[in-house]
């Protein structure tokens, strides 16, 4: 059964959480010890067992679940809203906005590649995480696909992969590379292939 802390415990553990995520995108899971989260966040021993008891496992699966949750919060309020296509573009400005500021310092660098898939805990949270991700970018499709500012008959799961790729796959070569560039025009291509099916029949309503 999980421990029901108070509101200063919780307090205390998201402190211990973020300070470690921290570390982590700076430095590496590889480089940081406990005794360096322990400095960073003026955390006692016993205090980071008290919230941690597993020790560092216990942790780092913490700041994965925190990583996860903090990737759909830099998207936000767009992702929650892609009903219109200037609502798409908002959220496209906002990734590319977001990317560009952390660089080899983004939670999903930090995720996928620092805290590691070989455990299968953190592979749930990276396996739900794209989940809920791709779930945002479906629902935007069809909501286009509802106004007719896309093709109707467009394969919502299919073009919400498409978008997802284009941006995780940005994401990768930009930490490999440090530029942005990549990211810019996948994303772009990807929003570009969504809407053209939708170009003909508007033009032809519009003669």
Not at 27 to 48: E, F, H, P
Not at 85 to 91: G, S, V, Y
Not at 101 to 120: D, F, V, Y
Not at 134 to 145: D, F, S, Y
């Amino acid at each position: 059964m999980e421990r029901v802390l108070s509101s200063k415990g919780a307090a205390t553990r998201q402190r211990i959480i973020e300070g470690a995520a921290a570390l982590i995108r700076e430095r590496g899971v590889a480089n940081v010890s406990l005794d360096d989260i322990r400095a960073a966040t003026s955390t006692s021993k016993s205090q980071l067992f008290h919230y941690f008891s597993e020790g560092k496992s216990d942790l780092l699966l913490a700041v994965a679940g925190h990583e996860a949750e903090q990737i759909l919060a830099d998207q936000q309020p767009m992702l929650g809203d892609l009903t219109t296509w200037p609502k798409w573009q908002a959220w496209r400005r906002r990734v590319i906005e977001k990317y560009d500021a952390q660089r080899r310092r983004c939670p999903l660098s930090a995720l996928t590649a620092q805290l590691g898939m070989g455990n299968p805990a953190t592979q749930a949270i990276v396996t739900d995480l794209y989940d809920r991700w791709h779930a945002h970018l479906v629902t935007g499709v069809k909501a286009l696909a509802d106004t007719g500012e896309i093709d109707p008959n467009t394969d919502a799961d299919q073009a919400a992969t498409a978008l997802l790729t284009a941006v995780t796959g940005g994401a990768t070569l930009l930490q490999a590379t440090d530029r942005i560039t990549y990211l810019e025009v996948a994303l772009t291509a990807a929003l570009d292939d969504l809407r053209s099916d939708a170009r003909p029949r508007r033009e032809a309503s519009a003669a």
